[in-house]
Nanobody, 123 residues
Framework: QVQLVESGGGLVQAGGSLRLSCVAS?????MGWFRQAPGKEREFVAA????????YYADSVKGRFAISRDNAKNTVWLQMNSLKPEDTAVYYC???????????????????WGQGTQVTVSS
């Protein structure tokens, strides 16, 4: 069982920045961020494996968001710049603890989830 603790959400004006953090209680194979806006389905934002440097992003956030990690601290961050009102959502951290993932842009590849942190971008 891995517990995920997210922090860093809040209210920011359009064009501003926020940095989300997620600390895992144990070792993970991959970590990612997803978000869910009111009335919408949960969607992929960004993800990366524990090993290697390849990062994955949703088209809607490419060039504005950056995912990074510190394996020693079991921590992943999501730096969000040039925020837009449409980025408003609850952001969830997710982790995968088993080998064999085929597509970490899919929510179904992750077996542990955080409780979410609210990000609100005002226009």
């Amino acid at each position: 069982q891995v517990q995920l603790v997210e922090s860093g959400g809040g209210l920011v004006q359009a064009g501003g920045s926020l940095r989300l953090s997620c600390v895992a209680s144990g070792r993970t194979i991959a970590m990612g961020w997803f978000r869910q806006a009111p009335g919408k389905e949960r969607e992929f934002v960004a993800a990366m494996y524990r090993s290697g440097s390849t990062t994955y992003y949703a088209d809607s956030v490419k060039g504005r968001f950056a995912i990074s990690r510190d394996n020693a601290k079991n921590t992943v961050w999501l730096q969000m710049n040039s925020l837009k009102p449409e980025d408003t959502a609850v952001y969830y951290c997710a982790s995968r603890t088993q080998f064999g993932a085929t597509d970490i842009t899919r929510a179904g590849e992750f077996n542990f989830w955080g409780q979410g942190t609210q990000v609100t971008v005002s226009s």
